[in-house]
T-cell receptor, first 113, second 114 residues
């Protein structure tokens, strides 16, 4: 079936450190891939997305590249800030499956000053 | 951008009562709406998918008689938790899809059943 596996946390970094959160997927078709961020007590906010192989999604300094050959969509940021502390979810969606979206387990990031 | 609202944002109810949660797409028409459930420190689990004017499609293991979903218009879907019990306490999140590939998420509703 369709699923997402992402690096489980928690991840604790110092401010200005480099961030990588790994995400790999399994899909029967050609999915779109997403990273969502969830701040405490809130819903999900779309961080970035990529709809086809080799696309790079980017937003607020975060980047992720859709790698079909490795079925991966790793999230990276060169210099994290305290305000980036949140839970990050990798997800996939298949239009052929009524836009059904599958989420990874989530990775909690804490950035310390 | 596309905005999805949920009401209420939090609710406390007594065991045995029913609770209705509304999900609205404020500035677009949503042909499909989704309902998710999130337990503390866990990921989102899809409960059901609903298309406007049709019966909802429930995921395996989700009781359709307990979690009633109505999608009466292109901008409104409701989730009713019937005869709620403490184990139904959770964070419920809806999303709405008006275009391919992307769902827009509501802010979530925290339900506590005492």
């Amino acid at each position: 079936g369709n699923s997402v596996t992402q690096m489980e946390g928690p991840v604790t970094l110092s401010e200005e450190a480099f961030l990588t959160i790994n995400c790999t997927y399994t899909a029967t078709g050609y999915p779109s891939l997403f990273w969502y961020v969830q701040y405490p007590g809130e819903g999900l906010q779309l961080l970035l997305k990529a709809t086809k192989a080799d696309d790079k999604g980017s937003n607020k300094g975060f980047e992720a590249t859709y790698r079909k050959e490795t079925t991966s969509f790793h999230l990276e940021k060169g210099s994290v800030q305290v305000s980036d502390s949140a839970v990050y979810f990798c997800a996939l969606s298949l239009i052929s499956n009524n836009n059904d979206m599958r989420f990874g387990a989530g990775t909690r990031l804490t950035v310390k000053p | 951008g596309a905005v999805v609202s949920q009401h209420p944002s939090w609710v406390i109810c007594k065991s045995g009562t029913s609770v209705k949660i509304e999900c609205r797409s404020l500035d677009f028409q949503a042909t499909t709406m989704f309902w998710y459930r999130q337990f503390p420190k866990q990921s989102l689990m899809l409960m059901a998918t609903s298309n406007e004017g049709s019966k909802a499609t429930y995921e395996q293991g989700v009781e359709k008689d307990k979690f009633l979903i109505n999608h009466a218009s292109l901008t409104l879907s409701t989730l009713t938790v019937t005869s709620a019990h403490p184990e139904d306490s959770s964070f419920y999140i809806c999303s709405a899809a008006g275009t391919p590939y992307e769902q827009y998420f509501g802010p979530g509703t925290r339900l506590t059943v005492t």
